[in-house]
């Protein structure tokens, strides 16, 4: 079964897109925990850092290489936190790997 990120990735779902290219895209959170909230997805559905194969670690560049453009366009994002949820227990909930991308104030919950 397709992810959630997946759905969005094929248009089945709305989101609000931010950028995109052929490796990733990248969304706005649906509850931002920070003024910029965004999620760096890889096209390449894979559930968590373990299940990455050999030949998956090249989703990783374009992932950095997003964040450096979205601090680069995106006014009061210079600086920047970049955060994984790997796993259940670590607070994973959705299972097809992202980043989040967070500058700005961050929010209360
Ligand atoms: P994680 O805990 O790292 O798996 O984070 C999943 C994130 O996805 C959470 O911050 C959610 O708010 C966010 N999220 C879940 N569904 C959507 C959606 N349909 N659009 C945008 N963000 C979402």
Excluded: C, W
């Amino acid at each position: 079964m397709k992810s959630i990120f997946s759905k969005i990735i094929a248009r089945e779902i709305p989101a609000k897109i931010i950028a995109e290219n052929d490796e990733v895209i990248v969304i706005e959170d649906i509850a931002p925990k920070a003024a910029i909230h965004y999620l760096i997805i890889p096209k390449l559905e894979v559930r968590d850092i373990q299940s990455l194969a050999a030949q998956d670690f090249q989703v990783v560049e374009p992932i950095f290489k997003m964040a450096q453009q979205l601090s680069r366009t995106v006014p009061g994002a210079e600086h920047f936190r970049l955060l994984i949820n790997n796993g259940e227990r670590a607070g994973q909930r959705v299972f097809h790997l992202h980043v989040h991308f967070l500058a700005g104030q961050l929010l209360g919950d």
